[in-house]
């Protein structure tokens, strides 16, 4: 048996596994009428359900479950589980109808060219193939408008149910400052004038006044990372000499006395001599310890919502195809994700701006702190989609006490998303006109 929430997402996925609406009857495409031979399995709102919709979302849900390996309830409670997925679908689309939420037209116009897309056709053959099979072109622009319109509703209304306490914020910061509890940290640069084992005194004495010329010319104002490139023997010279970010426990003895008092920004007013050779030393950067910092990240994605017209194995194979033509140079980013992506980011080129930990969804998140910078990630699931997701760049900033406790509250908010969106689904359930009928005799 397998976990109600997965088993929801896995037939939620069925779904989309129609492939295309031609792949639905005409008689549905036309208003859920029930054709011959089938017949109104439940009356929802002003909605139908009818029994060749559940078999085909039992179908759907069998194929999709076989490609990931996975297992099945028995017959009867299967059926009972699509039949409520259905539905809670119903239900939550004739809310969102009377609350007057509202798709822009341009937001169909994208979604209608993924699914002429996906199916490697043009737009005009697509009409002729709708046509071909009885779906009325408005009929089917309806259709995705719906399932636009119920992803809106379940992310407006669930957010919006989610309470999130000054208290709990609190409690939340406590943990992460007691976890980030340590040493302060210091990034050392250095410029390393080397003296090889057995060397003369005579030459030792070149090889000080050789970094003694280097460490006036640093107090001179010069730029030290050029000083680094020109004299340093060190293997982090192409880094300007930076050793990184370091507690004190994971630097050598000698610099950290060397530095203990040095200013960040400025460079240790003697040269210091180790068993290495002679070094010139200056302090990048020093960071307290527990001080709050966040690894900001600026990226842009693509996304594809996948629905009874496009499934999300569809829209996956859809991204591969799109980063092999961007890595081949074929397409560039900005253009698909102007063209295709349905997402309030899609005018800017997918373009979502600087983000913090936490304001993305996890599995968005996840994929994101994995890539390189410029990289392109493979197609990533997420609760709003399937992305295809590059890293623009990367900073690391201090984060004021604002900005901590708003983090911290969107962190939280996401950890009570599901049971929340369950929650709603039951409320809504409740308040719903829902009839279920027997089969005919």
Request: hydrophobic share 40%; proline share 5%.
């Amino acid at each position: 048996m397998i976990e109600s929430d997965h088993f929801r997402r896995v037939l939620a996925t069925g779904l989309a596994l129609l492939l295309a609406v031609w792949a639905c009857s005409p008689a549905q495409a036309q208003g859920r009428t029930p054709r011959n031979g089938d017949y109104i399995a439940a009356v929802v709102n002003q909605e139908l359900v009818t029994a060749g919709e559940v078999d085909r979302r039992i179908n759907a849900a069998r194929a999709e479950a076989s490609r990931i390996g996975q297992s099945l309830p028995p017959e009867t409670e299967l059926r009972q589980q699509v039949m409520d997925l259905l539905i809670d679908e119903r239900v939550i689309i004739t809310n969102a109808r009377e609350s007057g939420l509202r798709i822009d037209e341009p937001e169909i116009d994208r979604a209608v060219q993924n699914v002429a897309a996906q199916n490697q056709l043009t737009l005009p053959v697509l009409r002729q193939r709708l046509e071909a099979e009885g779906v009325d072109y408005a009929r089917f622009r309806a259709q995705l408008r719906d399932q636009l319109m119920m992803e809106r509703m379940r992310e407006r209304e669930v957010y919006r149910r989610i309470q999130v306490s000054d208290e709990d914020v609190d409690k939340l910061l406590a943990q992460r400052r007691a976890a980030a509890q340590g040493e302060a940290e210091t990034n050392i640069a250095q410029i390393l004038v080397p003296v090889p084992e057995g060397t003369t005194a005579e030459a030792e004495a070149a090889l000080r006044a050789r970094a003694q010329t280097a460490l006036q010319r640093v107090q001179a104002g010069e730029d030290f990372a050029k000083i680094v490139l020109e004299v340093s023997a060190d293997a982090n010279r192409e880094r300007g000499g930076a050793l990184g970010m370091r507690p004190a426990s994971r630097l050598p003895d000698a610099f950290v006395e060397a530095t203990r008092t040095v200013a960040a920004g400025q460079v240790a007013p003697n040269v210091l001599r180790t068993g290495a050779g002679f070094h010139v030393l200056k302090v990048l950067e020093r960071r307290e310890a527990g001080e709050p910092r966040i690894t900001q990240t600026r990226a842009r994605h693509v996304l594809l919502r996948p629905s009874a017209q496009l499934s999300a194995e569809l829209a996956a194979r859809r991204l591969a195809d799109f980063r092999r033509q961007i890595e081949a140079g074929t397409r560039n980013f900005e253009d698909i994700a102007r063209q295709f992506s349905e997402d309030g980011s899609a005018a800017a080129g997918g373009d979502l701006g600087w983000a913090g930990p936490g304001v993305m969804v996890p599995e968005f998140e996840e994929a994101m702190n994995a890539l390189p910078l410029n990289a392109l990630s493979a197609p990533v699931t997420s609760r709003f989609g399937v992305h295809l997701i590059q890293v623009l760049e990367r900073r690391e900033v201090a984060v004021d006490p604002k900005a901590l406790r708003e983090q911290a509250r969107n962190i939280l908010r996401e950890q009570r998303f599901e049971q929340a969106y369950l929650d709603w689904t039951k409320e809504m359930r409740a308040r719903a006109y829902v009839e279920l009928r027997e089969p005919p005799p």
